[in-house]
């Protein structure tokens, strides 16, 4: 083992656990931080980040939630002698300019991509994992996903094509430098059909419905969401009905040597899994 450190932030989370766990898998010594990891790291507290970067080498950084802080961790990351960036961007993140969604992703890719250190952005499209671990997993536990979501189709990635890519990145700083990957799955679903093939696999009667942007953010209030973070999510919806999100990419193809795993896949598993039983 070499006695290189890879720093991977959003540890808990979906991207970060299981970026660090294949990291760990081929010999990489990793530091796991986030606000309830051992290494602790909180984007609101910069005074408190130099534990957690010192001896890094290279770094797996999921945006925060807010603008600013990725410019300052860079800035520390530089000056503890980190060689390598990989962020975790959205996919899209450079057509939003006329709104308020993602600027949180702007402002992290504009750090990264202005940093003298060796980086590369991954915009990845919406997770599959987002129906089984986040935002719209209790809605179809509940039994119905009510979202403003139209017809457009978007190209889900399972999340763990986006660890394999990250991993593969970080294995290969010098192949990937300053480039951006587009990573998406390989066919468009919209979420009605994405909940048409979870209701089957399940076997449980799912439904989707279709509701406004704003009557969505009304929902996500009185779900306890704050007033802005929901008009944010509803916002997301409006930018993906321009279409400019729809088309896969080959993102995974030129990271990884293959195709992405396929919806179906994904879906199959979590249901035998009883991701979605009440
Ligand atoms: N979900 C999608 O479809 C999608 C698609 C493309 C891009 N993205 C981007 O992916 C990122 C999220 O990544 P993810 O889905 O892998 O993570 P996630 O499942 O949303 O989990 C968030 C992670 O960040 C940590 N965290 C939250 N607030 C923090 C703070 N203030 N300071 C330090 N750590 C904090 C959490 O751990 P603690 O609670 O322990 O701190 C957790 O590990 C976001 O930037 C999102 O915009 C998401």
């Known amino acids: 083992m070499s006695n290189d450190i890879t720093l991977v932030l959003g540890a808990t989370g979906k991207s970060g656990r299981r970026v660090a766990a294949r990291l760990r898998l081929h010999g990489t010594q990793v530091r796991a931080a986030s606000r ?21 080498t290279a770094a797996y950084v999921v945006a925060p939630p807010v603008p600013g802080p990725v410019h300052e961790f860079v800035a520390q990351a530089t000056a503890a002698g980190v060689r390598h960036l990989v962020l975790l961007s ?57 979202l ?15 660890a394999d890519a990250v991993a593969a990145v970080l294995a290969q700083p010098g192949r990937h430098a300053g480039r951006i990957h587009e990573l998406t799955g390989s066919r468009a679903l919209t979420f009605a059909e994405a909940v048409e093939l979870i209701s089957r696999a399940s076997g449980l009667p799912i439904s989707y419905t279709e509701v406004s942007p704003a009557e ?21 919806f409006v930018l993906m009905q321009r279409g400019l999100m729809r088309e ?19 879906v199959v598993r979590a249901a035998a899994a009883g991701a979605w039983r009440p």
Do not use: K
Request: aromatic share 10%; glycine share 12%.
């Open 148 to 162: 403003p979501a139209g017809a457009v189709p978007d190209p889900f990635i399972d999340v763990e094509d986006v």
């Open 90 to 146: 959205g996919r899209g993140a450079d057509t939003w300019g006329d709104s308020t969604f993602g600027l949180d992703m702007r402002s992290a890719e504009d750090a990264v991509r202005g940093s003298a250190l060796e980086w590369t952005v991954l915009r990845a499209s919406n997770f599959n994992q987002n129906f089984t671990e986040d935002i719209f997993h209790a809605p179809l536990v509940a039994g119905e996903l009510a």
């Open 248 to 266: 896969p990419t080959d993102g995974i193809a030129t990271v990884l040597g293959r195709a992405p795993r396929i919806f179906e896949d994904y």
């Open 216 to 236: 969505y953010a009304t929902a996500l209030v009185e779900e306890g969401w704050g007033v802005q973070d929901a008009h944010h999510v509803a916002e997301m």
């Open 36 to 56: 309830s990891s051992a290494t602790r790291f909180d984007w609101s507290d910069p005074g408190g980040w130099g534990p957690a970067l010192q001896g890094v």
